[in-house]
């Protein structure tokens, strides 16, 4: 069978107060693109449908009208909750969505519960699927006590307790079937891409590749945003955003993995890159070095390698159109003023200017402004 793996699609992301919709739009046409050129049997979003936990009524359209695309032509779509995710918002559009054939989980399911899926490929296929939401501390516990029936052991780590779930999700995992595993979190040792949830990709939030059993013949992560291959007993792969959400991505290469597997056979791994989102890049110079650089369609952010003055960023965005984010060079930075004795000994005027040449920002402009202000308060 074919498998579209996917995540982090961000969907309402604002880049500095720019929105993003109508690339995440274009992306999205893409990705059901592959999925029908490709012919695929079924698509797995890995987690980070939203950007936000409380996502507007455009990011739930985008997003809900390009899972239905998904599903056309009788394919199986499996969409699972990601940090960004409100997975009591996933829950509530799982009995509907199931209806019309698509397999939504937003919270952690015991196997026989909606947590491991049973289905067969339209490839003939039987598959078997254990889906495991992120969990944050605290409901990973809390979905041990589901899964046991019995009190928590709280001495137990993180990655000891997403070891035991992911153990018992793949129990039912047998020779002549289609043995696949999805979940949203951080394993040692992947890249990060630049835009991920920091509080919640630390150390105390990793957990081991060795969770996922030898039976299983490909794990489909989400959460980092750079495509990558993960050590371990098994394929294991993050899709990668199929758009770089913030300029810590530029050098990524947003896509999407297209996945062959047959039963007693490790999945074969195929990258696909999508071209329709904006690019992000920085650059850097003074004024007279950026007026000679192409913007082209780009987002830019922009290194100034000037000193400062008011006005200097309504300038560099004057000559450069996609230029959300401008800030100086380090070189030219104000520094924190130092306290001078005998302040009492000058005017305010001259204290005012003695700060701003202290500080890098001198400017007269700025100064018979202040002059102007003074002389009106103090009449």
Same mark, same amino acid.
């Given at each position: ?24 739009? %274009?992306?999205?046409?893409? =990705?059901? +693109? ?5 012919? @695929?049997?079924? !698509?797995?979003?890995? *987690?980070? /449908? ?113 070891? %035991?779930?992911?153990?018992? =999700?793949? +129990? ?5 079937? @289609?043995?696949? !595993?999805?979940?949203? *979190?951080? /394993? ?127 300038? @560099? ?63």
């Amino acid at each position: 069978m074919k498998i579209l793996h996917t995540a982090d699609w961000h969907v309402g992301k604002v880049l500095k107060g720019r929105p993003r919709f109508d690339e995440h739009r %274009e992306v999205l046409r893409e =990705l059901v +693109a592959a999925a029908r050129t490709h012919d @695929v049997d079924a !698509v797995i979003v890995a *987690g980070d /449908l939203f950007d936000t936990s409380a996502p507007t009524p455009e990011a739930q359209s985008l997003v809900l009208n390009a899972l239905l695309a998904l599903r056309g032509d009788g394919r199986d779509v499996v969409v699972l909750a990601g940090n960004h995710d409100n997975p009591q918002l996933l829950e509530v559009y799982r009995p509907v969505l199931g209806k019309l054939g698509l397999h939504v989980i937003g919270s952690f399911r015991r196997p026989d519960a909606g947590g491991t899926l049973a289905f067969t490929a339209r490839s003939g296929e039987p598959v078997r699927l254990a889906v495991l939401p992120f969990l944050s501390h605290r409901y990973v516990v809390r979905a041990a006590e589901v899964l046991t029936g019995t009190a928590a052991d709280h001495n137990r780590d993180y990655a000891a307790r997403i070891g %035991e779930l992911i153990g018992a =999700l793949t +129990a039912g995992f047998h020779a002549d079937t @289609v043995n696949l !595993v999805t979940t949203h *979190g951080t /394993l040692p040792g992947g890249a990060f891409g630049g835009g991920e949830r920091e509080a919640q990709s630390i150390f105390s939030y990793y957990f081991e590749p060795t969770a996922f059993p030898a039976a299983t013949q490909y794990a489909a992560l989400g959460h980092l945003h750079r495509r990558q291959q993960i050590p371990g007993p098994c394929p294991i792969w993050y899709s990668g955003s199929p758009l770089a959400v913030d300029f810590g991505e530029e050098g990524n290469t947003p896509g999407a993995l297209l996945v062959e597997v047959t039963p007693g056979k490790p999945a074969v791994v195929r990258e696909l890159a999508f071209a329709s989102a904006r690019r992000l890049r920085t650059v850097r110079g003074t004024l007279e070095q950026l007026e000679a650089i192409e913007p082209g369609d780009d987002w830019l952010k922009v290194i100034v390698e000037e000193k400062p003055r008011v006005g200097l960023a309504d300038d @560099v965005r004057g000559l450069l159109n996609g230029a959300v984010d401008v800030v100086l060079d380090e070189r030219f930075r104000p520094v924190p003023a130092t306290r001078r004795t005998g302040s009492a000994e000058r005017s305010p005027r001259e204290l005012f200017r003695e700060y701003l040449t202290a500080t890098g920002r001198h400017d007269e402009q700025v100064a018979t402004l202040f002059d102007r202000l003074y002389d009106e308060v103090t009449g």
